[in-house]
């Protein structure tokens, strides 16, 4: 969300990495992404050096960092079954929608807990 207010920036390009962003090196960063969610790690090990030389290398280990701990969180909550909550789900359903972030298939997994009786 902080993006959005921050600037122009193509949400696609988040899902798409043939997608400009407008984001500096976000076509490198989302490639850094896609393969480490995917666990292709010839693939991450490859990247990492282009990240290396475009970025510096902190800066490719913070986006490593980020896109682990992400992933990781995303993971716990979508096994678990914890819902969206009703402010962020408010603030996020234009860009969920535009993404079409709640077609994935954990989604309809977890929707089945957005109606649980508590």
């Known amino acids: 969300m902080l993006l ?3 600037g122009e920036f193509e949400l696609r390009g988040v899902m ?9 090196h976000g076509r490198l960063l989302g490639q850094l992404v896609d393969s480490t969610i995917s666990r292709r790690w010839e693939d991450v ?3 990492r050096e ?10 490719t280990v913070d986006a490593i960092a980020v896109t682990s701990a992400f992933n990781g969180i995303t993971r716990i909550a979508d096994a678990t079954g914890i819902p969206l909550d009703a402010g962020p789900a408010e603030a996020t359903a234009s860009m969920r929608s535009q993404l079409a972030i709640d077609d994935f298939e954990y989604r309809e997994k977890s929707r089945k807990y957005d109606q649980v009786d508590a």
């Not at 282009?50 to 800066?59: K, M, R, S, Y």
């Open 45 to 47: 090990a490859s990247i």
């Open 50 to 59: 282009e990240c290396i030389e475009a970025l510096g290398p902190q800066e």
């Open 16 to 24: 798409d990495t043939t997608i400009d962003s407008g984001i500096e």
């Open 4 to 6: 959005r207010g921050s």
